[in-house]
């Protein structure tokens, strides 16, 4: 299913990097969100969006900026990035009551 | 904080033979859901139970509620090699705003041919 795509699906990159994660979906669903997976952890959320013009933190938002250029595209940024940063990170949509999820993106901060 | 908490943690089984997955959830929720995850990959949505609901099933699913308890379990039948996941738990709180959902750590299951 590509109805949300992720790019990169892998990326490394070096501590204090600017990096953006960028999403996109065709369901034309209004809301988005990004998560960070890491082992043991679970999901936890970084940020979420109803539509382009509200965007709210999440539990983990501290080191992330998000940018919501359209109703189809929620990009992610990590302004310097740090090595706690590395982890699978997944944008999802939400229609109703269920979430449909991208296939993430493998981070790597060295 | 994590609203769902699956058990076990892990699990290694025969082909043939059935999973059971355990979910505990600490506050009211409008339903329980329960996800799929491939390794490296995307979550997907696997069945959704409402809080005024006590079982539910979906082809070798079959999913449970008690609310009285807060826990959930998720029963594979006749499991395949090809169900072997992490299954995740998510809780759409009640009294919310039904914006997001919590997930839980996961159960990964491991079928043996």
């Known amino acids: 299913d590509a109805d949300v795509t992720q790019t990169p699906r892998n990326r490394i990159t070096k501590t204090g990097k600017r990096i953006m994660l960028e999403c996109s979906q065709t369901?034309?669903?209004?809301?988005m969100y990004w998560y960070r997976q890491d082992p043991g952890l679970g999901l936890r959320l970084i940020y979420y969006?109803?539509?382009?013009?509200?965007?709210n933190k999440g539990e983990i938002s501290d080191g992330y900026s998000v940018s919501r250029q359209a109703q189809a595209k929620f990009s992610l940024s990590l302004e310097s990035a740090i090595p706690n940063q590395t982890a699978l990170y997944f944008c999802?949509?939400?229609?109703?009551?269920?979430?449909?999820f991208g296939p993430g993106t493998r981070l790597l901060v060295l | 904080s994590q609203q769902g908490e699956e058990d076990p943690q892990a699990l290694s089984i025969q082909e043939g033979e059935n999973a059971t997955m355990n979910c505990s959830y600490k506050?009211?929720?409008?339903?329980l859901q329960w996800y799929r995850q491939n390794s490296g990959r995307g979550l997907v949505h696997l069945i959704l139970?409402?809080?005024?609901?006590r079982e539910k099933h979906s082809g070798r699913l079959r999913v449970t509620l008690d609310t009285s308890k807060k826990s959930s379990s998720l029963l594979i039948t006749a499991s395949r090699a090809a169900d072997t996941a992490s299954y995740f738990c998510?809780?759409?709180?009640?009294?919310?705003?039904?914006?997001?959902?919590?997930f839980g750590k996961g159960t990964l299951l491991t079928v043996n041919p």
């Open positions: 999802a949509t939400k229609e109703g009551e269920t979430q449909y």
């Open positions: 369901k034309g669903h209004d809301r």
């Open positions: 969006s109803f539509d382009v013009k509200d965007i």
């Open positions: 506050t009211s929720i409008n339903n």
């Open positions: 139970i409402r809080s005024n609901e």
């Open positions: 998510a809780t759409d709180p009640s009294g919310g705003s039904n914006y997001k959902l919590t």
